[in-house]
């Protein structure tokens, strides 16, 4: 099959993604071969060929943001007949044992393992993945529309839980890519203002379209105070920033696997009156589940901009320089 693969993590303009022929995946027990019909493109992928996000292998397929089919199944296998609509997303296993899955929290599990990082991904014609993490997927929807739901969608969904956004509230977004106008679009739903902070034009103008009640520069100040924020931007800077619009009681969650140094921050400014600061690490299966729902209750506008799979360095470099508005998507 056609593959590419991170060759020598570096800049972009290094060129770091290399097409390639591999044999097509044998699934082992528990998991399933899965044709791959599209895949959207994550800056967590950027992050990964230019070595932001260390490789933990070498050649590794990236793509988490999977749209196939199921085309086999391994040993043991029982819930995914072949010719199953299915996704496969960034977490893809977990132990199960640890106090952290027991919990609930199987995204904090210190021997989870994630696709298009601990095991190949999507950029490629087959992928295996173990059945458990495998989401069926609806039939009637484009899978280019469906495959930045995967990573985009959970993820920002999960950001939103973390941003603790009371019911009728005030959420600023900050950046807004892929995950953000999705997020944006859930939140609004619900009943929240949004107002979106980011340094594209075009993307102020898709946030109005799709209904956000301002949209500013990224160091701008909200027309109101924020009761809850998230950063999507892998910005370090906008830390401080976004803390200082939050109102008393505020929360600030920040979405990316990657960010920038954040400058030091001011006690009385930035964090007083009780205000909170959070990160966000991947996702559980539970979230997963919970987002795919409420966008089959509440189908989002998915910007999406398609790629032919053989221009995946192509998708990645426009990534990096911000050519697009929405989600990139690999399609086949």
């Known amino acids: 099959m056609d593959a590419w693969v991170v060759a020598r ?19 082992g027990p528990g998991e399933v071969l899965v044709k791959v019909e599209a895949c959207a493109v994550c800056r967590t992928d950027l992050h990964l060929a230019e070595g932001d996000l260390p490789p933990r292998r070498p050649g590794t397929v990236p793509g988490h943001e999977v749209v196939g089919r199921v085309a086999a199944g391994g040993p043991d296998t029982v819930r995914l007949a072949p010719g199953t609509r299915v996704g496969v997303a960034w977490l ?7 106090r952290y899955c027991r919990r609930g929290a199987e995204n904090l599990c210190p021997a989870s393992t994630y696709t298009g990082w601990d095991a190949d991904g999507g950029y490629a014609g087959y992928l295996t993945a173990p059945e458990d993490y495998v989401y069926p997927l609806p039939e009637d929807a484009p899978a280019e529309k469906l495959a930045p739901l995967l990573c985009a969608g959970i993820i920002g969904y999960r ?38 902070l ?51 009681g505020g929360t600030l969650a920040v979405a990316g696997i990657h960010l920038s140094d ?40 998915v910007a999406t901009v398609a790629y032919p799979f053989d221009a995946a360095d192509r998708a990645l470099d426009d990534l990096a320089a911000g050519r697009f508005e929405g989600a990139a998507v690999l399609v086949r």
Do not use: K, M
Not at 203 to 228: K, M, N, Y
């Open 9 to 27: 993590p570096g800049p972009i303009t290094s060129r770091p993604l290399e097409r390639t022929r591999l044999p097509v995946p044998a699934p």
């Open 92 to 98: 893809r296993s977990t132990c199960g044992r640890c």
């Open 159 to 196: 950001a939103l839980l973390r941003c603790d956004l009371p019911a009728g509230g005030r959420l600023g977004i900050y950046g807004f890519g892929a995950s953000a106008h999705l997020t944006a679009q859930i939140a609004i739903a619900q009943g929240a203002t949004v107002h979106v």
């Open 198 to 248: 980011t340094r594209s034009a075009g993307a102020r103008e898709l946030a109005v379209t799709l209904g956000a009640a301002s949209a500013g520069g990224a160091a701008d100040s909200p027309p109101e105070p924020l009761d809850a924020a998230i950063l999507f931007a892998p910005a370090g800077e906008l830390v401080p920033v976004a803390l200082a619009a939050l109102d008393r």
């Open 262 to 301: 954040i400058p030091a921050l001011d006690y009385r400014r930035h964090l007083f009156q009780e205000r909170t600061l959070r990160s966000v690490t991947a996702n559980t299966r539970a979230d997963g589940r919970g987002y795919l729902e409420l966008a089959a209750a509440y189908p989002p506008h």
